[in-house]
């Protein structure tokens, strides 16, 4: 027999919950699928149109440049709920995927991918934030092959690429409108709307179960100084910092993986780039399976330092055989993909519901100067000093990664948590941080 007290967030999965959980999930596959189909677009740019290697990295980057939005997105939602966000998100990237085939002026262009990428930040913080209220977070992952076999278009080719994911937001869309996701619980009682979170979880998920109040958090002095004060400043440090060190060479070697697979020399890049997509499923799928067995912190640790390891054989090693180049980068997309789990599921872990969005979304921000300078630079750094220059410094991207998280990355697993109090001067709180 139950009790009342019960969490709702440890029910069986009833229809609600799979229902947040699917939404979710299209929106990252959208997401993924928005930011990684552009790599394959440019590589179809028509020789006429003379693409640059600076406009190359900026259409590349636009998107991750209009992430920065999460920092407004957060506060928002932190304020007014995830609901109304998240409703509206896949019809404002319906509409701006389908511009994209009416303009060839790059500078029209790059505004466009900068406010896809604004609206992607609603998926990257109030869509995992709203599952991780509704659901424990144990499953990310998004992946995309279509554009690699668009073709028949012409000059115009390129656009229908990028056009595309307006098929793929039009799905997610109509899913949130035939499902209507109710608000989040868990945000509803950070505000002290405790009964309303009580109906709700009753209404969804049954009377067996509640939603305990959550310690309220001041905002009076504000989200963003809330999350640079003593209590939080080395969580959002670390979410950050860890996060920008993924992203970096993850966007700048996948969106441009084309280019650099011609500057390796590799003989038959359609079936390289097709292996190194179905690795990136996989890695997805081992991620899900080991984070939930290994401490996030031990997890976070030992994949940068594999996938840097990886890197830096391919820099030193420049007369490697293709077969041992191929396995070592195959190697490398295995790991690093593996490791985009906890992108998702730890900056959700190191805040409170009260502060979460906020918390999630300035993670985000700080990331994006690393997803935005390795998109920037790598098409330039690959054209001046070939693909071996790019494994050195993402390597060494990694590698910092990892540094980071062994000196300040904090537990947030409960299951590991009472092994890991030395490795940040507060209290290690349970999954999430700061609620029972």
């Given at each position: 027999?139950?009790l009342?007290?019960?969490?709702?967030?440890n029910?069986?999965?009833?229809k609600?919950?799979w229902?947040?959980?699917?939404?979710?999930?299209?929106?990252?596959?959208?997401?993924?699928?928005?930011?990684?189909?552009?790599?394959?677009?440019l590589d179809?740019?028509p020789?006429?149109?003379?693409?640059s290697?600076?406009?190359?990295g900026?259409?590349g980057?636009?998107?991750?440049?209009?992430?920065?939005?999460?920092?407004?997105?957060?506060?928002?939602a932190?304020?007014?709920?995830?609901?109304k966000?998240?409703m509206?998100?896949?019809?404002?990237?319906t509409?701006l995927?389908?511009?994209?085939?009416?303009?060839?002026?790059?500078a029209?262009?790059?505004?466009?991918?900068?406010?896809?990428?604004?609206?992607?930040?609603?998926?990257?913080?109030?869509g995992?934030?709203?599952l991780?209220?509704w659901v424990p977070?144990?499953?990310?992952?998004a992946?995309?092959?279509?554009?690699?076999?668009?073709?028949?278009?012409?000059?115009?080719?390129?656009?229908?690429?990028?056009?595309?994911?307006?098929?793929?937001?039009?799905?997610a869309?109509?899913?949130?409108l035939?499902?209507?996701q109710?608000?989040?619980p868990?945000?509803?009682a950070?505000?002290?709307?405790?009964i309303?979170?009580?109906?709700l979880?009753h209404r969804?998920?049954?009377e067996?179960?509640?939603v305990?109040p959550?310690?309220?958090?001041?905002?009076?002095?504000?989200?963003?100084?809330?999350?640079f004060?003593k209590?939080?400043r080395?969580?959002?440090?670390?979410?950050?910092?860890?996060?920008a060190?993924q992203?970096?060479?993850?966007?700048?070697?996948?969106i441009?993986?084309?280019?650099l697979m011609e500057n390796?020399?590799?003989t038959?890049p359609?079936?390289?780039?097709l292996?190194?997509?179905?690795l990136?499923?996989?890695?997805?799928?081992?991620?899900?399976?080991?984070?939930?067995?290994l401490?996030r912190?031990y997890?976070?640790?030992?994949t940068?330092?594999?996938?840097a390891?990886?890197?830096?054989?391919?820099?030193?090693w420049?007369?490697?055989?293709?077969?041992l180049?191929?396995?070592?980068?195959?190697?490398?997309?295995?790991?690093i993909?593996?490791?985009?789990?906890m992108?998702?599921?730890?900056?959700n872990?190191?805040f409170?519901?009260?502060?979460?969005?906020?918390?999630?979304?300035?993670?985000?921000?700080?990331s994006?100067?690393g997803a935005?300078a390795g998109?920037?630079?790598l098409?330039?750094?690959?054209?001046?000093?070939g693909s071996?220059?790019?494994?050195?410094i993402?390597g060494?991207?990694?590698?910092?990664?990892?540094?980071?998280c062994?000196?300040w990355?904090?537990?947030?697993?409960?299951r590991?948590?009472k092994?890991?109090?030395s490795?940040i001067?507060?209290?290690?709180?349970?999954?999430?941080?700061?609620?029972?």
């Amino acid at each position: 027999m139950l009790l009342k007290s019960a969490d709702y967030r440890n029910a069986p999965m009833e229809k609600m919950s799979w229902n947040v959980f699917i939404g979710v999930v299209l929106g990252q596959i959208v997401s993924s699928y928005t930011l990684g189909i552009v790599g394959v677009a440019l590589d179809r740019v028509p020789s006429s149109m003379s693409l640059s290697s600076t406009w190359l990295g900026l259409l590349g980057a636009g998107s991750l440049i209009g992430l920065f939005g999460s920092l407004l997105v957060g506060r928002l939602a932190d304020r007014y709920g995830r609901r109304k966000f998240f409703m509206a998100d896949m019809l404002a990237l319906t509409l701006l995927s389908v511009l994209q085939l009416f303009t060839t002026n790059l500078a029209t262009l790059l505004v466009i991918r900068i406010a896809l990428g604004m609206a992607i930040a609603v998926e990257y913080t109030v869509g995992t934030a709203l599952l991780m209220e509704w659901v424990p977070a144990k499953r990310y992952f998004a992946a995309y092959l279509v554009g690699t076999f668009t073709t028949g278009f012409g000059d115009r080719t390129w656009q229908v690429i990028l056009a595309s994911s307006a098929i793929v937001s039009t799905l997610a869309g109509l899913q949130r409108l035939v499902v209507r996701q109710p608000e989040s619980p868990r945000w509803l009682a950070s505000k002290g709307r405790i009964i309303e979170a009580i109906n709700l979880v009753h209404r969804y998920v049954g009377e067996d179960y509640t939603v305990h109040p959550a310690p309220q958090v001041e905002v009076k002095k504000g989200a963003w100084r809330m999350l640079f004060s003593k209590k939080y400043r080395r969580r959002t440090l670390v979410g950050g910092l860890f996060y920008a060190c993924q992203t970096f060479p993850f966007f700048g070697i996948s969106i441009f993986l084309p280019i650099l697979m011609e500057n390796m020399n590799v003989t038959n890049p359609l079936v390289t780039q097709l292996l190194y997509y179905a690795l990136m499923i996989a890695g997805v799928l081992v991620g899900i399976v080991l984070s939930n067995r290994l401490p996030r912190r031990y997890f976070l640790i030992g994949t940068f330092l594999a996938s840097a390891a990886f890197l830096l054989v391919l820099s030193i090693w420049h007369q490697a055989p293709l077969a041992l180049t191929l396995i070592l980068f195959s190697l490398f997309s295995l790991t690093i993909s593996a490791a985009l789990v906890m992108d998702y599921a730890y900056p959700n872990e190191l805040f409170d519901a009260s502060i979460r969005t906020s918390g999630v979304g300035m993670c985000i921000a700080i990331s994006r100067i690393g997803a935005v300078a390795g998109t920037f630079m790598l098409p330039i750094i690959s054209n001046a000093w070939g693909s071996q220059a790019i494994f050195i410094i993402c390597g060494t991207v990694l590698l910092i990664g990892g540094i980071i998280c062994y000196q300040w990355a904090p537990e947030t697993s409960l299951r590991f948590a009472k092994h890991n109090r030395s490795t940040i001067n507060e209290p290690i709180f349970p999954t999430p941080v700061g609620e029972s």
